[in-house]
């Protein structure tokens, strides 16, 4: 069985789509591809994926609206392209559960580092998500409860307290799981980057305040002000309530 990841692009340019696939078959990656949403939603539905590559501009429904449908059903990673480079376009893109972003005309080696960074840091949330499974009830157990909260580690499922099914997109998951590990403790960004990202993310990556901000309006009652994450002024975030394993 071909164990190499498979990638999805998702793109109506007929030319980068066959630049890209060539490209990445070279590197040993599996590829697919689709020009749309539908043709998207059909090959998640044919094949499992481990990552798509998501352009912002397709016709009938964007970029931005199939990530957003795609976060409410799948942790699959997302790497969103755009023309668009301006700051506050990628932080859209991440509000709407990209994991990162690169901007158009750009080069495919670099678009081949960051699949490779963010299967990754994905690859890497999955073994301590494992481990964590493994180690019975001793603080590092698969099932964390918080605040009424329940977060299956090995699962990668969040549930309500009142048993509600909450999906997470793999940042906002990392995230979490970095902060139920890390409870009632002061953690800076370039520590929550660590922990949650790996050193594959930048010195200062606004994608953690922006997971941050989805992960509040998730589970806590009012987002504006929150209970549960709560910033420290020129220290970083703090995960309130208290952990329990098992």
């Known amino acids: 069985m071909d164990a190499s990841p498979h990638l999805l692009i998702v793109d109506d340019d007929r030319e980068i789509r066959d630049l890209l696939s060539r490209f990445l078959h070279k590197l040993g990656f599996r590829v697919s591809l689709a020009v749309d949403g ?20 397709l016709p009938a429904e964007d970029g931005l609206a199939l990530c957003r ?8 990673p997302v790497i969103m392209l755009t023309a668009m480079g301006e700051e506050i376009d ?11 972003y690169l ?3 750009f080069n495919p080696r670099e678009l ?20 964590g499974s493994s180690s019975g009830g001793d603080g590092t157990g ?7 909260w329940c977060l299956d580690l090995s699962k990668r499922e969040l549930n309500s307290p009142e048993g509600v099914l909450v999906p997470l997109s793999a940042g906002e998951f ?12 002061v953690l800076s960004r370039d520590q929550l980057l660590d922990f ?7 010195p200062f990556d606004r994608a953690i305040d922006v997971q941050v901000s989805r992960l509040r309006r998730k589970i806590d009652d009012d987002p504006r002000e929150p209970v549960l994450i709560k910033t420290v002024r020129g220290g970083g975030y703090l995960f309130a309530p208290q952990v329990e394993y098992g």
């Open 38 to 57: 539908r043709e998207m939603r059909k090959a998640l539905e044919d094949r499992a994926i481990d990552l798509i590559v998501l352009d912002l501009m």
């Open 69 to 76: 449908r795609l976060r409410a059903e799948s942790s699959i």
């Open 90 to 100: 990628r932080i859209v893109g991440l509000e709407m559960g990209a994991d990162d």
């Open 103 to 105: 901007t158009k005309p």
């Open 112 to 131: 081949a580092a960051r699949i490779r960074a963010v299967l990754r840091r994905s690859r890497a949330n999955d073994a301590r998500t494992a481990a």
């Open 142 to 148: 698969s099932v964390v409860r918080f605040a009424g």
């Open 174 to 185: 990392a995230l979490l799981a970095t902060f139920v590990q890390h409870p009632q403790r």
């Open 196 to 202: 949650a990202r790996g050193r594959d993310a930048q």
